[in-house]
């Protein structure tokens, strides 16, 4: 079983993985996932990505240049795209320029909504014995879901690592996380 909650109001988390532009602002107490200027403000064709440093369970043993923010499952083995991806900003960092990785599960979600400042809370779920996979947005106080049934286990092994990544292209927003929440049920 694994589990693990993060809150990056001024603290700076130890057990993580840290790739690319992935820092936290002198001025900001949050975790910030891509590049920002003096002022905050987005900065174009930036990738960042953060890891849990250890292995979790996911189960019993048995595109183009994108905008936004996924939450990732790969393989403990998984070895990343060399360097930024070229372009930056490409593929949400994950996945070959070719848009070709096998055994990665990903949800993305896509940071142009039109919405200025925004704060979302996004929420991930799998249960492995119902196959149950779930994604809910929430913003103020409305909350957009998604469900599909889906064996995780025919691309994943069972041991698996998880992390959360983000890229800018062409169009920008800051990427910011103020909290983490994961738990792994799979023994």
């Given at each position: 079983?694994?589990?693990?909650?993060?809150?990056?109001?001024?603290?700076?988390?130890?057990?993580?993985?840290?790739?690319?532009?992935?820092?936290?602002?002198?001025?900001?107490?949050?975790?910030?996932?891509?590049?920002?200027?003096?002022?905050?403000?987005?900065?174009?064709?930036?990738?960042g990505?953060?890891?849990?440093?250890?292995?979790?369970?996911?189960?019993?043993?048995?595109?183009?240049?994108?905008?936004?923010?996924?939450?990732?499952?790969?393989?403990?083995?998984?070895?990343?795209?060399?360097?930024?991806?070229?372009?930056?900003?490409?593929?949400?960092?994950?996945?070959?320029?070719?848009?070709?990785?096998?055994?990665?599960?990903?949800?993305?979600?896509?940071?142009?909504?039109?919405i200025?400042?925004?704060?979302?809370?996004?929420?991930?779920?799998?249960d492995?014995?119902?196959?149950?996979?779930?994604?809910?947005?929430?913003?103020?106080?409305?909350?957009?879901?998604?469900?599909?049934?889906?064996?995780?286990?025919?691309?994943?092994?069972?041991?698996?690592?998880?992390?959360?990544?983000?890229?800018?292209?062409?169009?920008?927003?800051?990427?910011?996380?103020?909290?983490?929440?994961?738990?792994?049920?799979?023994?």
């Amino acid at each position: 079983m694994a589990s693990f909650q993060y809150n990056f109001y001024n603290k700076k988390v130890t057990d993580l993985i840290y790739q690319f532009d992935t820092h936290y602002p002198k001025q900001d107490p949050v975790l910030r996932l891509t590049k920002t200027d003096e002022n905050a403000k987005a900065l174009p064709w930036s990738t960042g990505r953060i890891l849990y440093s250890k292995t979790a369970r996911s189960a019993p043993c048995a595109s183009p240049i994108a905008d936004g923010l996924a939450f990732f499952v790969v393989p403990e083995d998984h070895t990343f795209p060399e360097g930024r991806n070229p372009p930056p900003g490409g593929n949400l960092g994950l996945f070959e320029q070719a848009g070709k990785s096998p055994n990665v599960f990903a949800v993305a979600f896509d940071a142009y909504l039109g919405i200025p400042n925004y704060e979302l809370t996004l929420v991930v779920s799998y249960d492995g014995a119902t196959r149950a996979i779930s994604a809910s947005v929430t913003y103020g106080s409305e909350t957009f879901l998604v469900s599909l049934s889906y064996s995780l286990a025919t691309i994943l092994p069972s041991g698996v690592r998880v992390g959360l990544a983000s890229t800018t292209g062409q169009n920008v927003a800051v990427h910011d996380v103020h909290y983490w929440d994961f738990t792994s049920t799979a023994p």
